[in-house]
């Protein structure tokens, strides 16, 4: 092949590589370090959060809802508060403690929290709240 010939047929392979549009890349993502990743986030306070006493007079039950139906989710969290109490009784639960249980956590129950969706479900942080809670529940 002659000189001029190779010579054309690089400028031409040249035109059309400068002429070819240029694709953006997708902005990638910066990978996060180890503790970017395990920083809290908002979600955590509900997914994460833990059940039992928080304190000596508050104690924590978590329930989730997939259609957020709050008092369904009420219902919910008052009987595995209920059942949650007798098992802190251990032996010590009597039948004739259950009333007593119940009305507590009836009366004195509330929902303290409510998530947005998380995941497709809606999370509730029920707190039983009374002066001396734990010391009355392990009588």
């Known amino acids: 092949m002659p000189t001029k010939t190779i010579f054309a047929l690089l400028i031409v392979s040249l035109i ?26 908002e979600d955590d306070q509900f997914v994460k959060a833990t059940e039992g006493f928080i304190s000596s007079s508050t104690y924590q039950v978590v329930v989730s809802s997939l259609d957020g139906n709050e008092s369904e989710a009420l219902d919910l969290a008052k009987k595995r508060a209920l059942n949650l109490f007798i098992a802190e009784k251990g032996d010590s639960f009597r039948p004739t403690d259950r009333k007593f249980l119940k009305e507590l956590v009836d009366s004195k129950g509330k929902f303290v929290k409510v998530s947005k969706p998380i995941n497709g479900k809606t999370y509730y942080l029920f707190h039983v709240s009374q002066p001396d809670l734990k010391i009355e529940i392990k009588k």
């Open 16 to 41: 059309s590589v400068c002429k070819t549009p240029q694709t953006e890349e997708p902005k990638k993502e910066t990978p996060k370090n180890v503790a970017e990743e395990s920083a809290p986030t």
